[in-house]
């Protein structure tokens, strides 16, 4: 299994929701990341984990809140967002949090998400 | 400061020709390079890898090249396939979580 299972694939919200984006992976990763990426834009980092803990948080609003159940498993909890955090969210995974060969980042198909 | 940058926004390839999508970055400690391939609609997807201690990878119908003493790096994609038309991101890391995206070029393989 080399996949990266996000759920759901669509998600269109209001500015008051609260609404969780989910990610999966079963490949063993010890490092897992959460992308966002706005139209014809590359992906940019918003969070790590790694072994489970919070390695990096690049400066991200507090209205998204990571979490990490287990190894396998990466949340990304919404609230309170605007207009603008509409994007496309990626999940990722990596076999290690080094980079280097074999640590290479492998993408969910990502959640397109639309706050109205 | 660090960036990783394309030199052209868009390329267009005649179906059989061989593509180069070329990317300059600006940080000399940068150790691993990643190319990426992006699909409309799809998260993107590993192609090939290379570390800084190396000049050249090959993998399937791919070649990446890497010139340290200009700070370049270059895909190579032989005799192209419509399935090859995506958005390639070049992503450069620094040994550490963080991989920086450069900002892509739309590849469009012409009938």
């Known amino acids: 299994d080399t996949e990266v299972t996000q759920t759901p694939k669509h998600l269109v919200m209001g500015m008051t929701n609260k609404k969780s984006l989910k990610c999966e992976q079963h490949?063993?990763?010890?490092?897992m990341y959460w992308y966002k990426q706005k139209a014809k834009k590359p992906p940019e980092l918003m969070f790590v984990y790694s072994y489970e803990k919070l390695s990096i948080n690049e400066s991200v609003p507090s209205r998204f809140s990571p979490e990490c159940p287990n190894s396998s498993l990466l949340n990304l909890h919404l609230h309170a967002l605007q207009p603008e955090d509409s994007a496309l969210y990626l999940c990722?995974?990596?076999?290690?949090?080094?980079?280097?060969?074999?640590?290479?980042?492998?993408f969910g198909q990502g959640t397109r998400l639309t706050v109205v | 400061g660090e960036s990783v940058g394309l030199h052209l926004p868009t390329l267009s390839v005649q179906e059989g020709d061989n593509s180069i999508i070329n990317c300059a970055y600006s940080?000399?400690?940068?150790?691993?390079f990643i190319w990426y391939k992006q699909e409309s609609g799809k998260g993107p997807q590993f192609i090939i890898d290379i570390r800084s201690n190396m000049d050249k990878r090959q993998g399937q119908r791919v070649t990446v090249l890497l010139n340290k003493t200009v700070k370049h790096l270059s895909l190579q994609i032989a005799a192209t396939q419509p399935g090859d038309s995506a958005v390639y991101f070049c992503a450069e890391n620094f040994g550490n979580e963080k991989l920086t995206f450069g900002t892509g070029t739309r590849l469009t393989i012409i009938p």
């Open positions: 990722a995974s990596s076999q290690d949090e080094y980079g280097g060969p074999g640590t290479e980042a492998f």
């Open positions: 940080n000399s400690a940068s150790d691993y």
């Open positions: 490949m063993g990763h010890r490092a």
